[in-house]
T-cell receptor
């Protein structure tokens, strides 16, 4: 059974700093991995999707990497802004399996 | 395209009542998913449709839960005889067969009192 872990559960950093969020998963046989952002009381916004054959994906100030063999992914946020404050969730999809398995998220606070 | 739409956004109901939620996926997406999220947790998979066919159901989906997707367009999730433990955010997502990136709606927050 796939298990996804995100550490730390919460993180506070001053505005302008670069930061890294971590995601680990127990079964390396994944089809893809997706990073999401969730604001309080809202739905999920897709940030980046990495296919199992890819090593990284970039979108603006965000860069996600994937090391399937070690069961790890990182989300790098450059030059953080107060608007980046949210909960960040990673989720993996296995082969032949349509469901996403989520971590419990990292609650990020950017201090102005 | 306005993305995935869910209705209502909030629902408060008394224990024992039935509730129904609606999800309208992105128009060209043939895959539709329902997830449930409780406070401080990640979303948990409930069920998945490809077109009108319900292809997978989680064991979380008890007999009181039923989902439909008539004509492969919008979907409904019904909860019968609601219990306080059903209080959660119910999230709908959709994706296409070509690109499996999942797009989520804003969710329906259910409170059972």
């Amino acid at each position: 059974k796939q298990e996804v872990t995100q550490i730390p559960a919460a993180l506070s950093v001053p505005e302008g700093e670069n930061l890294v969020l971590n995601c680990s998963f127990t079964d390396s046989a994944i089809y893809n991995l997706q990073w999401f952002r969730q604001d309080p009381g809202k739905g999920l916004t897709s940030l980046l999707l990495i296919q199992s054959s890819q090593r990284e994906q970039t979108s603006g100030r965000l860069n996600a990497s994937l090391d399937k063999s070690s069961g790890r992914s990182t989300l790098y946020i450059a030059a953080s802004q107060p608007g980046d404050s949210a909960t960040y969730l990673c989720a993996v999809r296995g082969f032949g399996n349509e469901k996403l398995t989520f971590g419990t998220g990292t609650r990020l606070t950017i201090i102005p | 395209d306005t993305g995935v739409s869910q209705d209502p956004r909030h629902k408060i109901t008394k224990r024992g009542q039935n509730v129904t939620f609606r999800c309208d996926p992105i128009s060209e997406h043939n895959r539709l998913y329902w997830y449930r999220q409780t406070l401080g947790q990640g979303p948990e998979f409930l069920t998945y449709f490809q077109n009108e066919a319900q292809l997978e159901k989680s064991r979380l989906l008890s007999d009181r839960f039923s989902a439909e997707r008539p004509k492969g367009s919008f979907s409904t999730l019904e909860i019968q005889r609601t219990e306080q433990g059903d209080s959660a955010m119910y999230l709908c997502a959709s994706s296409s067969e070509q690109n499996t990136e999942a797009f989520f709606g804003q969710g329906t927050r259910l409170t059972v009192v």
